[in-house]
């Protein structure tokens, strides 16, 4: 207790909202959720904000993917704290941002019973440049507040991919992640129910190539959840 109180490197750090800084219980206040994350219909299957009965996108090409569920759209000042998180290891927005997506996850009716997380792994190259994998420290955190457990270590990251936002077309970002993960060899996908976990879903290549490789393993259902949607280009 005394070196508790006496070490600085343990004292709690100090409370208040991540995008205000305004003192209080809550790491979002009340003010900055209605301004910045006010309910938004999105697709069940997609994510993307819906601007009619239904997604445009989803009647032409589906992602394979039994449901997402994003809690905004990737933007200010949301992309601010996820960009600190990434990069910086700004460690105290995951737990506030994990909290945005449970609650997103539950106001969403997405099935939880049985589902296990698994964050969108790094390669080895940018987990050693960044120290951290901020989809894992997401999960850890999304997990306490849904009561889920996180899944095993069941897939590798091979290919090092450029980001998404280099690459094209969506063929091209299809054809590059095609092969950029692979199951661990004593990985057990089968019959299992899988919530792909990640910062932010951009075109959803990432999650439908994982969801692909985990279904032909024998996965019931793979659904991707994420922080926030980067909206379509024309939205
Ligand atoms: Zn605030
Ligand atoms: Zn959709």
């Known amino acids: 207790m005394l070196r508790a109180l006496t070490d600085p490197t343990r004292w709690p750090l100090p409370g208040g909202c ?8 809550t790491r979002l206040c009340g003010d900055c959720l209605q301004r910045f994350a ?4 999105r697709c069940p299957r997609c994510a993307l904000a819906l601007r009619g009965p239904h997604c445009a996108e989803c009647l032409r090409e589906p992602l394979p993917l039994d449901g997402s569920v994003c809690a905004v759209d990737y933007a200010e000042p949301w992309a601010g704290l996820l960009h600190g998180l990434k990069y910086h290891a700004q460690l105290s927005a995951a737990p506030a941002l994990a909290e945005l997506l449970a609650h997103a996850v539950r106001a969403s009716g997405a099935p939880t019973q049985g589902v296990q997380l698994l964050p969108v792994p790094l390669h080895p190259h940018r987990l050693g440049e960044r120290g951290h994998n901020q989809s894992q420290r997401l999960a850890l955190a999304l997990g306490r507040h849904l009561g889920l457990p996180l899944a095993p270590d069941w897939v590798m990251r091979l290919e090092d991919t450029a980001p998404q936002a280099q690459t094209p077309t969506r063929e091209a970002r299809w054809r590059h992640l095609k092969q950029a993960f692979a199951l661990a060899p004593q990985a057990d996908v089968s019959g299992r129910h899988v919530a792909l976990v990640d910062d932010v879903m951009t075109t959803g290549a990432t999650m439908s190539s994982l969801a692909t490789l985990l279904r032909r393993h024998g996965a019931a259902s793979v659904q991707a959840w994420a ?5 379509r280009p024309h939205d």
Not at 38 to 41: A, E, G, K, L, S
Request: proline share 24%.
């Open 18 to 25: 991540q995008i205000c800084l305004a003192w209080g219980r």
């Open 38 to 41: 006010p309910p938004t219909p």
């Open 227 to 231: 922080v926030a949607r980067t909206p």
